[in-house]
């Protein structure tokens, strides 16, 4: 084992695996009762997935379990069971059917290769669909926040809300907006323990102590999960296309869910993982725990920076958050049959809360008008509609819209040459000069073409490859003729990684749109001054020069001035 795993990783894999586990389990018993399938099945998938991700997954930090956006959907399919057979015994074989054919989907996504597709989604579909999601997940735990059971979709919480507000539980509402404050205020205190952890035992002895009349969880079973595979015999031939549609979906969503959430791993451990090998991870813990009747899921962002802020390193502490989550379910059934419903309710709506999309839905009013109409069009889709029907539409309006836009640019004059840099060509004859005086000083990066949602992922694999020795990049905009929601962002977060770098910003040849849209979310003032703007590389150049020149009066000449080329050109 030794030859394979780095012991000085073992005490951080711990940690990092412990506190994940703990932040996991108030979650995933909040999931499983939102799901419809009560608490167990959350924590059935909690342990299964985390467990059996972490270990065929891609990503070494990940730590996978229900999330928002996947009960959302598992809730869907099991209330479509429901309907459709009478009662949940009844419709397991679908439920079962539709969890297990999501993770062969995943599976096979991993194999046909097609994760690194996510990248093309438009910024403004992920946005409104998030959103959207978070919105869902306010909605459905509005009723047991009131001491009700919860309407069966959203158009019903609005046309039937008043039936609660007339019979109102204050008590289950009170302790729910004590636990909410608890989540919000206890971090103020101090973050060693998850204030999810801390709003659930005190809002929960709370309400034992003072024999509060609220809604409880219930008995949950407790020792090991047994097999539910034979429930998929008892499929009817008539449900095969409805398991299909709902595996197909939960497999989508999971996809984007975990791969989202490697992205941010990456970043934040400055590794890179295997998006194919992820997903194959993630259908493997998605078919195991369908077999035990869990939820599905994917990779959790809160989990996951969690596990990696205390010290996880390695697929070991994924493996150990799953493992004490069955040691918790070996001993806590008896007593988690004493929490409030009321209380998940506000651990849930925290969650809802935390998905939503505030940078997207601030700028709003500031981005290009067909963004903001995609992005609002996919939230109103997601929170009242079918969420697949959100994605695809999403993302083919997207498309189309883009395309008009390329048109009028085309029409106009303007020219629309493919998206890229000049790396391996030569300099541009205005950067001969600086091209052969300063070495590993500079990158100038030459963009060609509209900076859309296809441009993103290009770009920060750009900032990402930068030398450590560079300490100005120079943007040439001369030919970017537009720049959609998408690309201010990647703009955004590539220019906030460089900072943290010491490295400087500047941009030449901004056109009319790109100039007032980077204005319009304060790109241009507040990471890149209005001084590091330029209309042309010449002056460009001159800032260059007396930059440099002024930070290399103790630098050696074997520093600058070398007969070597000097610039890498991008």
């Not at 919860?150 to 509402?173: E, H, K, Q």
């Not at 035990?292 to 010290?311: D, H």
């Not at 020219?415 to 000069?433: C, H, N, R």
């Not at 030449?508 to 001084?531: A, S, Y």
Request: with cysteine; hydrophobic share 50%.
């Amino acid at each position: 084992m030794s030859a394979k795993y780095d012991f000085a990783n073992l005490k951080g894999d711990i940690t990092g695996g412990v506190t994940a586990g703990v932040v996991a389990l108030p979650l995933a018993l909040a999931f499983g009762v939102q799901s419809g399938m009560g608490a167990i099945a959350g924590l059935y998938g909690a342990m299964a997935l985390g467990m059996f991700a972490a270990i065929f997954g891609g990503t070494a930090t990940q730590v996978s379990g229900p999330t928002g956006p996947m009960t959302v959907i598992s809730a869907i399919v099991i209330t479509t069971a429901i309907e459709a057979t009478g009662s949940l015994a009844q419709g397991m074989g679908i439920i079962i059917g539709a969890f297990l054919l999501a993770g062969g989907f995943q599976i096979l996504f991993g194999l046909l290769r097609i994760g690194k597709y996510i990248k093309y989604i438009p910024y403004p579909v992920l946005s409104g669909f998030m959103s959207g999601i978070g919105v869902i997940i306010i909605l459905y735990q509005l009723y047991p926040l009131f001491g009700h059971p919860s309407a069966p979709n959203t158009v019903a919480i609005f046309t039937d809300i008043a039936r609660p507000l007339s019979n109102l539980n204050g008590s289950a509402t009170g302790l729910g907006l004590v636990t909410i404050a608890i989540i919000y205020v206890f971090p103020r205190i101090t973050k060693a323990v998850p204030s999810t952890l801390v709003a659930l035992f005190i809002a929960s002895f709370a309400a034992f102590f003072m024999d509060l009349e609220v809604p409880l969880i219930g008995d949950i079973p407790s020792g090991l999960p047994a097999l539910l595979i034979g429930e998929v015999l008892n499929i009817d031939i008539s449900a095969a296309w409805m398991i299909i549609e709902f595996a197909a979906m939960l497999a989508a969503l999971g996809m984007i869910d975990s791969l989202l959430t490697s992205v941010i791993a990456d970043n934040i451990t400055k590794t890179k993982h295997n998006s194919n090998k992820e997903l194959i991870g993630q259908g493997i813990g998605n078919i195991i725990s369908g077999m035990i009747g869990g939820l599905p899921g994917a990779g959790a962002t809160m989990r996951t920076v969690v596990n990696i802020n205390s010290g996880g390193r390695t697929r070991l502490s994924g493996v150990i958050h799953g493992l004490l989550l069955l040691f918790i379910l070996l001993g806590i059934g008896e007593y988690a049959a004493y929490i409030p419903l009321t209380v998940l309710a506000g651990i849930l709506i925290t969650v809802g809360i935390g998905i939503i999309d505030y940078r997207g839905l601030k700028h709003l009013a500031r981005v290009p008008v067909t963004d903001a109409f995609v992005m609002v069009l996919v939230l109103a889709i997601t929170v009242f509609g079918n969420l697949i029907n959100a994605v695809g539409i999403g993302v083919m309006l997207a498309c189309v819209l883009f395309m008009k836009k390329s048109s009028d640019l085309a029409e106009s004059g303007t020219s629309l040459t493919a998206m890229g840099g000049t790396e391996g060509e030569p300099p541009w004859s205005d950067e001969k000069g600086i091209y052969s005086e300063y070495r590993n000083r500079i990158y100038i990066k030459h963009i060609y073409g509209p900076m859309f949602f296809g441009f993103t992922t290009r770009f920060q694999e750009l900032v990402k490859s930068l030398d450590n020795d560079i300490r100005i990049l120079v943007i040439r905009m001369d030919r970017v003729p537009y720049v959609d929601q998408s690309g201010l962002y990647a703009l955004e977060e590539a220019i906030l990684q460089l900072e943290q770098k010491e490295v400087h910003v500047l941009m030449t040849g901004l056109h009319v749109q790109p100039r007032d849209m980077l204005k319009r979310i304060d790109i241009i003032p507040d990471l890149v001054p209005e001084n590091h703007l330029f209309d042309d590389f010449n002056h460009c150049e001159d800032w260059i020069h007396s930059h440099i020149q002024s930070n290399s009066t103790a630098e050696t000449d074997t520093e600058v001035g070398t007969s070597e080329p000097a610039t890498t050109i991008g």
